[in-house]
């Protein structure tokens, strides 16, 4: 969640993910404040972006 913040042009909306991140709960605020925003498909993008990195490299794989 705090790559995905990093990667953001929009400073205020970086800014609040990564405040929500050191709150109490921060998994229930980061998705409160994505459904809510124009970053909502970016996040799911990002998010299965990195699943499939992560199985790559776990099995040693190569991308096509």
Excluded: G
Excluded at 8 to 34: M, T
């Amino acid at each position: 969640m705090e790559t995905f913040a990093d990667q953001l042009q929009d400073a205020y909306f970086q800014r609040r993910l990564l405040e929500v991140l050191n709150e109490r709960k921060p998994f229930q605020h980061f998705n409160r404040l994505i459904d809510d925003s124009k970053y909502r498909q970016d996040w799911f993008d990002f998010k299965a972006e990195q699943v499939e990195k992560l199985v790559l490299d776990k099995f040693d794989l190569k991308e096509n």
